[in-house]
């Protein structure tokens, strides 16, 4: 009987979870008059993607590509109203326009639970608006020309590192090379730390750089859509190891310099600047009119989250496109001998590997920003209703609290927009072809006041990477690459699935 009771008890249960969700959560947008996607109980339109079936990117790419002709789709991603952008304006008004109303990413952020979270991508409100003021000058070009040397010694260092095996002709799985050499700059700008990554393969910082992004699909969906479950049981995204590694480690790292007063030209020391001063010394000396009151310093926990999220970020997404960039160059060997052409008449004119000789290299930076159009490292930008409104152009009324998703992948695959877009076309950034296009039809670093802070960093280093690459070596794709690449289906970050493996060959 007792038996009996208890099952009957959860089928009354799930009868009436089942209930709810059909009758009443996923009535949101019927109720409102917004075309929709029929979702399904518990997940709404994301079951494909927790069960590990499809990335988030591909996901929203799909939906984007199969119901763009309404400006605004509605969906659901578990037990939250989700609104997909599909129209360029409306994009506009989210990211700009509207930000008032949308300046949130609507991402799991508890700084007591999960200090880490703490950093400027993640936080919302006053926090984020006052940290990026704060932050804004550290990547300053003038900020980023001192920090240069750092990226020409790593670069330098990976190249080198590539000779012997360069020899030897067998196959190398780029995105872990290139994981190693962006850590390596990472842990220098970073941390001030010098990590050899390039010589020892499996130290500790590229320990943690995998266990960091190493998480379920499961769970990088709900921390992303629905992160009240997490906040509710009190859930870290980072476990307690990974966490107190990075906190030892940076604070560590500013005693040392404190103690021994080091200075260098690094992010590291303009985080310091923040905890002693409450600002970040200008890049012309005794210019100091806009230096904010002391009484704004960061605490070591704030400085440490930011010190973090520049870690992942820039080891991560800078690899995966610089993985991405050689595999088309690979396929299309054409375009390849252009680019080395390019590299060796620049540096040829400049000397060496300066800040202004790859700023130099025009059709370097068309093949990386093509490479970021087809495959953007992030493929998806959130937001959340943080003020209701009516969407301007639209009678969509959009209740505070709602999430918003804006499907870069689709929209920089969108044929409409981008002739035969599966097509790596580096042309496509003429700036001709630019000024053709809708500003907002290109988005791998965001828009508006919450885009990208290390947008320049982010070229950079992927653009020294690569010219040490062919500078000194032809690349060929080997055969156990797929043509086309499959998609990784757990990282929010669109990854490459088994990685890419290619010959280099010295030239």
């Not at 700059?185 to 960091?212: H, L, T, W």
């Not at 021994?260 to 210019?287: C, S, T, W």
């Not at 040490?468 to 032809?474: D, H, P, Q, T, W």
Request: charged fraction near 25%; include cysteine; hydrophobic fraction near 40%.
């Amino acid at each position: 009987m007792l038996l009996i009771g208890l099952i009957t008890a959860i089928v009354v249960a799930l009868c009436s979870v089942y209930i709810y969700y059909k009758f009443v959560v996923f009535t949101f947008w019927r109720k409102k008059g917004v075309f929709y996607i029929d979702p399904v109980v518990p997940a709404g339109n994301v079951t494909s993607l927790i069960i590990g079936k499809i990335s988030v990117g591909e996901l929203f790419r799909d939906i984007y590509l199969k119901y763009k002709d309404h400006r605004a789709i509605g969906t659901y991603t578990f037990f939250k109203p989700n609104l997909v952008i599909a129209d360029l304006d409306l994009v506009r008004i989210v990211l700009t326009k509207e930000f008032a109303s949308f300046h949130d990413r609507g991402f799991y952020s508890n700084e007591k639970v999960d200090p880490l979270s703490g950093h400027l991508f993640l936080l919302p409100g006053k926090k984020w608006r006052n940290l990026r003021v704060k932050l804004t000058p550290t990547f300053t070009s003038g900020k980023l020309k001192q920090m240069f040397e750092i990226l020409k010694e790593c670069g330098e260092e990976f190249g080198k590192s590539l000779e012997k095996i360069a020899k030897t002709g067998e196959s190398i799985e780029i995105k872990e090379i290139f994981a190693r050499y962006t850590t390596d700059i990472i842990m220098s700008a970073a941390f001030g730390i010098k990590s050899n990554c390039m010589e020892k393969v499996d130290n500790e910082f590229r320990y943690y750089g995998r266990k960091v992004l190493d998480q379920s699909a499961l769970k990088n969906a709900i921390f992303a859509f629905a992160p009240q479950i997490a906040d509710f049981f009190s859930l870290p995204f980072f476990d307690r190891n990974t966490t107190n590694f990075f906190i030892n480690m940076f604070r560590d790292n500013v005693q040392y310099r404190q103690t021994h007063n080091v200075v260098r030209h690094d992010f590291m020391n303009l985080l310091i600047q923040l905890m002693e001063k409450g600002y970040v010394a200008p890049d012309e000396e005794g210019d100091t009119a806009n230096a904010p009151s002391a009484t704004n310093k960061i605490s070591m926990l704030e400085a440490t989250a930011q010190a973090f999220v520049f870690f992942v970020a820039g080891f991560e997404t800078s690899s995966t496109t610089a993985t991405y960039c050689l595999y088309e160059l690979a396929l299309n060997q054409d375009m390849q001998n252009k680019l080395r052409q390019e590299i060796d008449e620049v540096l040829k004119k400049h000397g060496e590997v300066t800040y202004n000789a790859v700023n130099d290299m025009t059709y370097l930076h068309k093949v990386v920003s093509e490479t970021l159009r087809k495959y953007p490292p992030v493929p998806m930008l959130n937001r959340i209703c943080t003020k209701a409104l009516d969407l301007p152009t639209t009678n969509i009324h959009i209740p505070e609290g709602t999430l918003i998703t804006i499907p870069v992948l689709g929209i920089q695959r969108d044929p409409a927009i981008y002739p035969d877009p599966d097509k790596f076309d580096p042309e496509r950034f003429s700036a001709d072809e630019i000024a053709a296009r809708h500003p907002y039809a290109y988005l791998p670093f965001g828009e508006g006041p919450r885009v990208c802070i290390g947008t320049r960093f982010g070229y950079m280093q992927t653009k020294v990477g690569i010219l040490n690459i062919l500078s000194k070596f032809k690349v060929k794709l080997h055969s156990r690459t797929p043509v086309p690449l499959i998609i990784d289906e757990a990282p929010i970050i669109l990854t490459p699935k088994g990685g890419v493996h290619l010959i280099i060959e010295p030239r």
